[in-house]
């Protein structure tokens, strides 16, 4: 029988036998699933869809990019977005950011996020696919980012991407990721994301992973280690489990399941946040997030969409024990 994920209180950090007993999701919907939509969501579905997220319960909120309207024109509204959402002020705002001059239009609306995320990619061809850069040119401009974002005051989280595997290229050592990962953290960042942006890992290679990770990079209060799973070939929460039993603790997830990388052709969605919260509660790992209420927000979308969305909890519902235990008594 699941836990109440209300009580009984815990504190981040704690664990039983290594395995954390609280998590904490940041949700990435708003930008990395609404990005891969084929069509353009109004400014002002957005906006609602945003607002309720944050009175889920999540604590974050990846929000939008400032990336080239040009390019992705499903984002083109993010000052917009950004200037009429509505966040509580215990939720933190988080806006990706590709490069220098994305920072520049952020940054002049400094006072409506908390945040910045800057990604690259692990592999040369996919970096060069995605971003149209090498690996060495995109990092030395994200080290350039790391700096002025962290003179503005704000926290930084760098992703790499294709950390567990590449479509192009095959395997990707994780040396190599670690190394990318140092220079982010001497930039600045005071966390970093492991994209499994294909869905290339599986739960062996995640648990070995984090755990050189870990003690490559540093304990938690040195840098926060954050696990970014898609479910392109339905291994999205036994990664999670994976990252759960060495002790990571931070997930990026999209309601729904939205969302995935662009490139290349069939990399479908994230796993979706409501699928990673049911199995939490359901382990007695708290989240703070309210299940219920999220569902309600990913049938929202389902409506807007005019589509089914991925995530299994929308179909099935949460489970109710509190429903057998009523008839049992």
């Not at 190394?179 to 953290?185: G, M, P, T």
Request: aromatic residues 6%.
């Amino acid at each position: 029988m699941s836990a109440d994920p209300g009580t009984p209180e815990v504190s981040a950090g704690d664990t039983v036998d290594g395995f954390p007993l609280q998590a904490h999701i940041r949700e990435v919907g708003p930008r990395d699933g609404f990005q891969n939509e084929p069509e353009v969501i109004p400014t002002e579905t957005k906006v609602k869809l945003i607002n309720a997220l944050a009175r889920t319960g999540l604590r974050r909120l990846e929000i939008t990019s400032f990336v080239r309207p040009d390019v992705i024109p499903q984002l083109a509204d993010a000052a917009e977005v950004l200037q009429a959402v509505d966040i509580p002020e215990e939720v933190s705002r988080s806006v990706l950011i590709p490069n220098e001059r994305g920072l520049e239009r952020a940054l002049e609306l400094r006072d409506r996020f908390d945040e910045i995320n800057v990604f690259m990619s692990a592999s040369e061809t996919h970096n060069q696919r995605n971003v149209n850069r090498s690996m060495a040119d995109s990092l030395t401009a994200l080290e350039r980012v790391l700096g002025r974002a962290r003179e503005a005051g704000l926290r930084c989280e760098g992703v790499i991407s294709v950390a567990f595997g590449c479509p192009y290229e095959g395997a990707v050592p994780p040396e190599r990721v670690f190394e990318i990962a140092d220079r982010l953290v001497a930039a600045g960042a005071q966390e970093i994301g492991f994209g499994d942006t294909t869905g290339m890992a599986n739960p062996r290679q995640v648990k070995q992973f984090f755990q050189a990770a870990r003690a490559r990079l540093g304990g938690a209060d040195q840098v926060e280690l954050t696990a970014h799973f898609h479910n392109t070939r339905g291994q999205g929460l036994a990664n999670v489990y994976a990252a759960l039993e060495v002790g990571i603790d931070s997930f990026e997830s999209s309601f729904g399941e939205l969302g995935g990388c662009p490139v290349p052709a069939g990399a479908t969605g994230n796993v979706a946040t409501e699928d990673v919260v049911s199995m939490l509660h359901e382990m007695g790992v708290q989240t703070g997030i309210d299940l219920r209420e999220l569902l309600r927000v990913s049938r929202a979308m389902q409506y807007h969409l005019g589509r089914p969305l991925g995530s299994h909890t929308l179909v099935a519902g949460p489970i109710d024990w509190h429903r057998w235990a009523h008839q049992e008594s």
